[in-house]
């Protein structure tokens, strides 16, 4: 059912807020928020940069890129946190190696999230 309420409002709906779609009905209406994951491929942006170098466009790069400096946790962190003597106040805020968003399934980024549906019964 909730993938028909779905296609309602996709097919029938007006726009509501950005990302957001609402349905009017007489004792009704149903709103729905459309959401999306961006994923940029670090890999194909530094091929990117590097052919530009190759091909003399770098006057090209200040223009293009943006400096985005990242620090991820290596797999080996926590075996080599557990040798170490921290404070409790530095283990407590340890990622423990798991940066996944919770919920998250591997493999999910780039996907379309789930539509989330909200129902209000109009004071008739």
Do not use: W, Y
């Amino acid at each position: 059912m909730k993938e028909e309420l779905v296609q309602l409002v996709r097919d029938f709906s007006c726009a509501h807020k950005e990302k957001s779609r609402v349905i009017h009905g007489i004792k009704f209406e149903m709103m729905a928020t459309f959401g999306s994951l961006v994923e940029i491929d670090s890999a194909a942006v530094e091929r990117f940069r590097l052919a530009l170098l190759e091909s003399n466009q770098s006057r090209l790069l200040k223009e293009i890129f943006t400096i985005d400096i990242r620090f991820t946790i290596s797999p080996e962190a926590a075996g080599i946190i557990k040798g170490e003597k921290l404070s409790t106040g530095l283990l407590a805020i340890f990622p423990g190696g798991s940066c996944e968003a919770e919920g998250a399934e591997p493999g999910d980024e780039g996907k379309v999230t789930a539509p989330i549906m909200v129902q209000c019964r109009l004071g008739l």
